[in-house]
């Protein structure tokens, strides 16, 4: 009887090893395919820092490359105190219907930046603005609305109903 029982002992033993096994297994499964959807509803979802339209700080290229995806032109403003041009760029994002990013850099923050743009542009004066869409335009000094707007609407990838 005791060689039965420790038969049976290890019949139940094994059996309870493959059911923590199985049990592994598709906890495993569960964690991928959970995963896989996550990622696919982040995709779909643009993160915050995404939804963003006035930055403070240069951006990088690839954060650029997502605006320029989406038909959305990248103006980039470097100055040293706030300006008209700046307030008025500030107001197009909504004017664009959020088809514009502004990013403003104070020149006394990014030295480095400012020494390698100042190649590209005619003059010294500030403010130096770069609009970024198709192409790219370089703008010295204070700017009107109408032309910056002109500028801008110039840059896009398709046609955006604001600007016909």
Do not use: W
């Amino acid at each position: 009887m005791t060689a039965c029982a420790t038969v049976n002992c290890l019949q139940g033993y094994e059996m309870k090893k493959n059911q923590k096994k199985q049990l592994i297994a598709v906890f495993i499964l569960l964690m991928f395919g959970g995963s896989t959807i996550a990622f696919a509803v982040m995709s779909i979802f643009p993160s915050e820092s995404q939804q963003k339209y006035i930055f403070d700080e240069p951006l990088i290229e690839s954060d650029e490359a997502f605006f320029f995806k989406q038909n959305i032109i990248v103006a980039r403003v470097y100055y040293q105190e706030p300006t008209d041009t700046i307030v008025m760029l500030n107001d197009m994002i909504n004017e664009l219907n959020q088809k514009m990013v502004l990013e403003r850099i104070q020149i006394e923050a990014y030295p480095e930046i400012y020494e390698y743009m100042k190649d590209h542009f005619e003059s010294d004066e500030l403010p130096m603005i770069l609009l970024r869409g198709q192409t790219e335009i370089y703008l010295n000094g204070e700017q009107t609305h109408d032309d910056l707007l002109e500028d801008i609407c110039s840059l896009y990838f398709e046609p955006i109903e604001e600007c016909l």
